[in-house]
Nanobody
């Protein structure tokens, strides 16, 4: 059974930091990109950041300079370090894995809330 296990969400004050983790099960073969999307209430799901097997990264403009994505290929794990968080970063964050075959897998989502 394919699983993406997310952790690290929570409530933080503006300017604070959180680190999200997502571990993908070993039976996902041929992983190409690992990344994070988010969905705020009433809005569409959007890409936050992703990272390819070779290490190339892609960030949404709204998080550049504040968020850093990294990946542990040996353990099929992706991380998202989020610094200088803003209220507009509040959303459910979803881990996403895309295989070379084009198959996509999604985590269950973790809530990130930024509020004073």
């Amino acid at each position: 059974q394919v699983q993406l296990v997310e952790s690290g969400g929570g409530l933080v004050q503006p300017g604070g930091s959180l680190r999200l983790s997502c571990a993908a099960s070993r039976n996902i073969l041929g992983i190409y990109t690992m990344g994070w999307y988010r969905q705020a209430p009433g809005k569409q799901r959007e890409l936050v950041a992703d990272i390819a097997t070779g290490g190339s990264t892609n960030y949404a403009d709204s998080v550049k300079g504040r968020f850093t994505i990294s990946r542990d290929n040996a353990n099929n794990t992706v991380y998202l370090q989020m610094n200088k968080l803003k209220p507009e970063d509040t959303a459910v964050y979803f881990c996403n894995v895309r295989a070379w075959s084009g198959q996509r897998y999604w985590g269950q989502g973790t809530q990130v809330s930024v509020s004073s």
